[in-house]
């Protein structure tokens, strides 16, 4: 049973899931990543104008759900943050980096929510690889 | 501190990191997804020849790493599995479902990773969604 203590937190003016935007578009949204101090090294090598994967937990979905009641489409076959592991990934653009806040462009994360991790992003040409 | 119970496993023929492909194509490696019973439900909807992002977690990777030795990159910068959260991403083809099993190309998981989730792929398109 993994256990994952976040790495930081998710700072955005959603704070509903009615005001999250559905597969929105990465110029949509603002928002900041704080990482905690102790992470700061592993952000070496990040610089404004990269994209980076934001890992997430939707720490307010429904982890019941297993299929979507839009189309009755299992939550595995789907994007939605309802699911029994309801880890989430958004492709954001950093904007500034200050000390270990990112200000990001694209999120659609509700406010408050634990960041489990950061990656680049994965290539559509190549597609594998952790 | 979020919980994640493995919906399931993944059996590969990579028993040792030395054996896992870096950052390899789609064809690569054939492996299987075992899938817990009780979420079958959850693969509603995927079919041979889909995609599918497996999220799995390397629990043999060293969790103190911050840099990387090879050339000092900050791991959130990075996509290697060493890193605080060792939460992977690896887009896989369906081959065939079998219950709640299915057999894929692409893995780059060490045989028994537990897996955290399944989902549709990121459309490069897009890019942003949970």
Chains 1, 2 share one sequence.
């Not at 200050?98 to 597609?127: A, F, N, Q």
Request: a negative charge; hydrophobic letters at 35%.
């Amino acid at each position: 049973m993994p256990t994952c203590d976040p790495i930081g937190t998710a700072h955005t003016s959603l704070s509903t899931t009615d005001d999250a935007p559905r597969q929105g578009f990465l110029e949509d949204v603002e928002g900041a990543i704080d990482i905690e101090p102790a992470y700061a090294d592993g952000l070496s090598g990040l610089a404004p104008g990269d994209d980076v994967l934001v890992v997430w937990f939707a720490d307010r979905a429904d982890r019941s759900v297993l299929t979507l009641d839009r189309d009755g489409r299992g939550v595995f076959a789907s994007r939605s943050p309802a699911r029994p592991n309801p880890i989430c990934l958004t492709t954001c653009e950093v904007v500034a980096i200050e000390g270990t806040t990112l200000e990001v462009l694209g999120v659609d994360m509700l406010d408050g929510s634990p960041v489990l991790d950061l990656k680049r992003p994965i290539d559509p040409e190549r597609r594998t690889g952790s």
